[in-house]
């Protein structure tokens, strides 16, 4: 009797589990989105008549404290003004600190639970398309998009959409990025250097004397032996950035490594014309024989790849330079100068090559998609949130709930956002035009409240960039805007960039089995290499591995992919 | 009649344990077909592509994956020959400590850390042993420069094993002490008697006595050869110790679930299986010859 119990419950268990796999599988079959178009006409910003609810993945940053009393990420400004202008509900599937996004999306993929909008990078783009998880958005977006979000994908001259597009169908909907955001400047402290009596260092000789004196002549003058020269990656961040994620390296060593003209992680055309992987270039080998010798003279951060984060050395004060994009005074800039007025960051277009020129490298300006389920109703609703969002930015007040609440947020800036500003910042100033003159420029959604608030943050002299000549208190949101845009942003506005780009910024077939142990052994063997536990003709052992564990296979199919 | 009655009941009660058996540990066996599938979540297991041993092949084609295994298993060795040997040291000297008020204090003082999780734990040891931590602050005095000592490959397995030791050398002390008190007190007397000192009485009383527990600990921690301690090695390890301080488990999940190489971190997820079954069924032997433990 007892053994049939145990038998009848083992087999109840069992077909219940099965059976549960069955029914999803039945359901994402017979929905089939494209079927069932409105016949209303389509109107990118059309109100729904009756209220829908898109569940989405959102990233919530616990240490984010903008939202005013009372607001939650699911009820803020924005999201009330979602639910007024389009009577969408907004409701999430799931939330996740910065630090654990891709991984909840990761895992959303793996269960194939996924909310019906998201966020994704491309990685995570390619697989749920394979696995043919995400809805076609092709006629979404032809009818959908709004005229100002098709003309800044538009003017990445069909990069965007280009790394959207399966078989002819569009599949996402991409961002458009400054392309500031993968450039990374020299971050200086500039107090630092007028306190020892030196100039900003021009070339990777200059780079390292003054590093020295960072380190060895208490710059701080607190008489203790705990300054940085140099900052390094911390454990969330890259030695430099690579061809999938080109923009926004923190405190990585993007600067030393383009000053050798070494772009390790970027696909080259090399000499002859053959497509190369800049890894494993002799170039890659001497930038990083040049960082090994700087950290055993101890000019980096010793604790490079350990420190959880490295923007803490900065904010107390102990970093006297790091390489970052134009927005560090978003980062942890703000903190550094309300820690302490005078530390006075100031941002170079340095170090430069052998021949005097500035050659860093360049990113793509499409990094994040917005994907939509499967068998969701209302594809088209995702689309309305982006034109809803790009359309009246400007109109929110970042203070009472920052753009990190805003669900579904895509960066839409033209290419060249941040030079427009910066120059457009400067005329103001000098008073050769007046903020009236740059406000029928709706793309740029920021600009007209950059220069409206310029004066009161900014102090005379108008053209000494220097912290004193600041008031970041009368109004730090202004602050940290105005300072990345002619502190950060300068040094590209001024300096001719002779910059490079990989010849791809996406996946290829191989890559999704091979790429993430190809990718390991480099990270590894770089860093060991530069901490001096291996040494350096390690670098040839990596070229032999990568070579033979799938590199060449790789790099047969990057090439294929250029030839198309 | 009547007492067989009773025992239905009694074997009604395993019910709970056995739905539970079933739901998390047979059910999800049926994963392992992902390891011979080229596994797409949006088909699952159902409709992904069958690519028989294919996985396995690339799994040895990677450095990784002997490295990770021989990590795992030079860990989890240390860790058991310090969690065997510490604790009895210890348990022996507590034993010869007369005065019973510090005995009792040392020994909640030394059994505290177990109560403490590798998350806080980790912290603190990452910030014990920093850069500029006391340690290397301490190092400093004697002239040594400092050393980062989680950034170190060939440091980073002893930093491993002691903090596991120090954490839980306090608990384990407390299972021989009560093996110690179950020795007849009537042998210690008989053998002062005959003129042993109290190295003697260690060596033929105390020892002798308490040797049957001291094997079957260190029989049954043989099942746990496999598993060197995910907690403990995710909160502390990073990318510079990845070489030495990788174990199965932690490989399994950066594979698995921060990379989405589901196969492969399946394939080798299941050989650990299959290697811990043989070391459990061997432990459960062994405990079985010495000193006559079994189950069934």
Known sequence: MLKKIFFLLLFILLFTACSNEDASKDETEDKDPSSDTPSEPADPFGVYEETITIAIGQEVDPSDTSLQDGDTPLDNQYTRHVKENLNIEVEHAFTASPSNYDQKVSLAIASNDLPDAMVVGPVELRQLVEADQIADLTDVYENYASPAIKEIIDSSGGVALENVTFDGKIMAIPNSQASADGVHNLWIRQDWLDELGLEPPKTLDDLKKVAKAFVEE?????????????????????????????????????????????????????????????????????????????????????EIGVREDSGESVISGNTGMFFGPFWMPYGPLTDAVTNNPDANWQSYALPLDANGEYTPHLSTTTTQFVVVRKDYEHPEAAMKILNNLLANESEFDPSIGGPGFYPLRLVYAPADEMEVTTVALREVLAGTKEPEDFYDMPAYKLLKSDVDHIHEIKLEPYDNMDIEYWDPQANLGQWTRAYSALVGTAPLVDTEINGVKSVIYSQTKTMEDRWVNLKKIEDETFLKIIMGTESLDAFDQFVEDWNNQGGEQITEEVADVVAK | MRTKGFAKHYYLMLLPGFIWL???????????????????????????????????????????????????????????????????????????????????????????????????????????????????????????????????????????VGSDVWKEFGFNTIIYLAALTGINPALYEAASIDGASRLRLLWHVTLPGIRTTAVLLAVLSLGNVLNAGFDQIFNLYNPLVYSSGDIIDTWVYRAGLLNLQYELATAVGLLKSVAGFMLISLSYYLAYRFTNYRIF
């Open chain 2, 22 to 160: 079933i739901l998390f540990s047979i059910v999800p066996m049926f994963g392992i077909v992902i390891a011979f599938q080229n596994y797409n979540p949006g088909l699952g297991v159902f409709g992904s592509e069958f690519v028989g041993l294919e996985t396995f092949r690339y799994m040895f084609e990677l450095n990784d994956t002997m490295n990770v295994f021989f990590n795992t298993i030079y860990i989890a060795i240390m860790k058991i020959v310090g969690n065997l040997i510490v604790p009895l040291v210890f348990a022996l000297m507590l034993n010869e400590v007369r005065y019973m008020g510090l005995k009792r204090s040392i020994q909640t003082i030394v059994y505290l850390p177990h109560f403490l999780s590798w998350v806080i734990l980790g912290g603190v040891l990452l910030d014990i042993f920093a850069y500029g931590g006391p340690i290397n602050q301490l190092l400093a005095m004697f002239g040594i420069d400092p050393v980062l000592f989680f950034g170190r490959a060939d440091l980073f397995p002893f930093l491993v």
């Open chain 1, 218 to 302: 208490d710059p701080d003058g607190n008489g203790q032996d705990d300054t940085i020269g140099l900052a390094g990656p911390d454990t969330s961040n890259k030695l430099y950035a690579n061809f999938l994620e080109s923009t926004n390296n923190l405190y990585g060593f993007d600067g030393i490594f383009s000053a050798l003209h070494a772009y390790p992680g970027y696909w080259l055309e090399g000499e002859d014309g053959e497509l190369v992987y800049g890894s494993t270039l002799p170039e890659t080998k001497e930038a990083l024989s040049f960082l090994r010798d700087m950290y055993s003279e101890g000019l980096i951060d010793p």
